[in-house]
């Protein structure tokens, strides 16, 4: 049986950073979506990215075939590029010191494991429909984290 094909798009804000921050991902699978957000009292933007992305693969029900967009180079090029190293070292930069938000990056180590997902990298503010309205529904939770 093949696997689902999910189309995701993620977004993580902070205000200011660090501070309250939100996040939110919309997941659509054919004529279905669904939309996730949420937020906390004191965090950073790039944990809001991180949280995203956990909170939208971690709400699939099974494993699938992920498009997963995001406009955090952070979270883009931390999963493609640095994660294998990271892993490879014991959760350590090349410096030596902690990978940060290890909680967080173990947390999407394993949930990758289970999908198969492509990360597209878009830029952000530029008119994609479902970027603007993750964004804004990130800026929205934020609130809801005081």
Do not use: F
Not at 98 to 126: A, K, S
């Amino acid at each position: 049986m093949p696997k689902p094909q999910v189309e995701i798009y993620t977004d993580g804000a902070c205000m200011p950073n660090p501070g309250p921050g939100g996040w939110a991902a919309i997941l659509r699978s054919g004529r279905r979506e669904q939309v996730l957000s949420g937020g906390e009292a004191d965090t950073t933007n790039n944990r809001m990215e991180l949280q995203a992305a956990i909170a939208a693969l971690e709400a699939l029900k099974q494993a699938s075939r992920v498009e997963l967009h995001t406009d955090s180079t952070y979270l883009q090029l931390g999963i493609t590029e640095w994660l294998p190293d990271w892993v490879a070292r014991g959760w350590r930069k090349r410096d030596g010191k902690p990978v940060l938000n290890v909680d967080l990056w173990e947390r999407l180590y394993t949930l990758v494991q289970r999908h198969e997902v492509q990360w597209h990298w878009v830029r952000g503010h530029r008119g994609d429909p479902d970027n603007e309205r993750v964004d804004r529904l990130a800026y929205q939770a934020i609130p809801k984290a005081h």
